[in-house]
T-cell receptor, first 117, second 110 residues
Framework: NAGVMQNPRHLVRRRGQEARLRCSPM?????VYWYRQLPEEGLKFMVY????????ESGMPKERFSAEFPKEGPSILRIQQVVRGDSAAYFC???????????????FGQGTRLTVV | EDQVTQSPEALRLQEGESSSLNCSYT??????LFWYRQDPGKGPEFLFT???AGEEKEKERLKATLTKKESFLHITAPKPEDSATYLC???????????FGTGTSLTVIP
């Protein structure tokens, strides 16, 4: 059973370009989280999605950032017009959780390290 | 506001020297407390889930315990391969996200 797959592992973008980060959840998992990690800082929540639905985007910056999890295919985190401050490691996690009362952990991918030059 | 504080920030142990890592949390209602291990350049690796005070979980040299305000990760007779950053996270019963602490960086010296 493959784990959470993220690609690319490393991404370099020039200021003003778009970055697209992909996440394929574990088999059977219908929920995806995106987190950002800066050096010497903890993991910060960005967005929580299930297929075709954004459940919680309270941690997502209001501008330039968007996320989707289509019925078919991976979840995508999109950052438009990247700036140097967007440089970070972005982690995706998946969970089989299917309702608010089902206790379950989340399993993380290896991350995408975005560098904006 | 829900939050997690881990201590110490860094810990150096001799191989075989047992110790404990602390995770203090403030959450409106706890759905679960989670421990992860993170190696440099890698994603967090799931270790344990604890749901209620008094609960304990064990895996090899690691044992996690939970009270109403904190959790401990006990490491018995650690080996160099246990060197990593250990992360604690909580999930509230009123929300969706996992709140992470900043971690304890453990170094085990041969």
């Amino acid at each position: 059973n493959a784990g959470v797959m993220q690609n690319p592992r490393h991404l370099v973008r020039r200021r003003g370009q778009e970055a697209r980060l992909r996440c394929s959840p574990m088999k059977g998992h219908s929920h995806v989280y995106w987190y950002r990690q800066l050096p010497e800082e903890g993991l910060k929540f960005m967005v929580y999605l299930q297929k075709e639905n954004i459940i919680d985007e309270s941690g997502m910056p209001k501008e330039r950032f968007s996320a989707e999890f289509p019925k078919e295919g991976p979840s995508i985190l999109r950052i438009q017009q990247v700036v140097r401050g967007d440089s970070a490691a972005y982690f995706c996690a998946s969970s089989p959780r299917d309702n608010l009362y089902y206790y379950t952990e989340a399993f993380f991918g290896q991350g995408t390290r975005l560098t904006v030059v | 506001e829900d939050q997690v504080t881990q201590s110490p920030e860094a810990l150096r142990l001799q191989e075989g020297e047992s110790s404990s890592l602390n995770c203090s949390y403030t959450v409106s209602g706890l759905r679960g407390l989670f421990w992860y291990r993170q190696d440099p350049g890698k994603g967090p690796e799931f270790l344990f889930t604890l749901y209620s005070a008094g609960e304990e979980k064990e895996k090899e040299r690691l044992k996690a315990t939970l009270t109403k305000k904190e959790s401990f990760l006990h490491i018995t007779a650690p080996k160099p391969e246990d060197s990593a950053t250990y992360l604690c996270a909580v999930q509230a019963d009123t929300g969706n996200q996992f709140y992470f602490g900043t971690g304890t960086s453990l170094t085990v010296i041969p």
